[in-house]
């Protein structure tokens, strides 16, 4: 399997600041990368399907302006949450599907973000 | 839509006990299923997966087969460890590879 790494694994940040998150792919070329929160004891909820070169692909109800996506390469995808706000404290999770495999993907370790 | 559901938790067992985590699932066509760990402190790991219908899926001494008559793909384990202890999501995909999860299951075995 791939191996994927976050940075930072977690951070603390002032409300109205942005905070950049970057997932990176370890071994394999990831042409897409997923992006998905986590909140405490829930599941995991999409929020947008990053393409490398191509504008990212948000879920409804998420704000593309609010999350900013960049997949600038083939190994490495970031998600800027852009004047932060307590709201958006949560655990951010990434993840990447090698090309040719029936759907399965390789997650991250996630980052918790804190919004003070 | 397409979506998952999963028993609900937190599940608590002794050592060696029998596990089973109900999972259904609705989809328009026909999805590949995942079962997913996380264990504390860590990242979603792939468990086991299976691909069509009656396709068996196993890892670790887990199994889940991919029944399409009753739309389930339940987990199950014959002894559970106390290193079983973890959540478990049940998880979907279809052509546009998107994974949609169910709410996931907190197990904790007790030595």
């Known amino acids: 399997g791939a191996v994927v790494s976050q940075h930072p694994s977690w951070v603390i940040c002032k409300s109205g600041t942005s905070v950049k998150i970057e997932c990176r792919s370890l071994d394999f070329q990831a042409t897409t990368m997923f992006w998905y929160r986590q909140f405490p004891k829930q599941s995991l909820m999409l929020m947008a399907t990053?393409?490398?070169?191509?504008?990212?692909?948000?879920e409804q109800g998420v704000e593309k302006d609010k999350f900013l996506i960049n997949h600038a390469s083939l190994t490495l995808s970031t998600l800027t949450v852009t004047s932060a706000h307590p709201e958006d404290s949560s655990f951010y999770i990434c993840s990447l599907r090698l090309a040719g495999g029936p759907g399965e993907q390789f997650f991250g370790p996630g980052t918790r973000l804190t919004v003070l | 839509g397409d979506s998952v559901t999963q028993m609900e938790g937190p599940v608590t067992l002794s050592e060696e006990a029998f596990l089973t985590i109900n999972c259904t699932y609705t989809?328009?066509?026909?999805?590949?299923l995942f079962w997913y760990v996380q264990y504390p402190g860590e990242g979603l790991q792939l468990l086991l997966k299976a691909t069509k219908a009656d396709d068996k899926g196993s890892n670790k001494g887990f199994e889940a087969t991919y029944r399409k008559e009753t739309t389930s793909f339940h987990l199950e384990k014959g002894s559970v460890q106390v290193s079983d202890s973890a959540v478990y999501f049940c998880?979907?995909?279809?052509?546009?590879?998107?994974?949609?999860f169910g709410a996931g299951t907190t197990v904790t075995v007790r030595a």
């Open positions: 998880a979907l995909s279809l052509g546009d590879y998107k994974l949609s």
């Open positions: 990053s393409n490398e070169g191509s504008k990212a692909t948000y």
């Open positions: 989809a328009t066509g026909y999805p590949s």
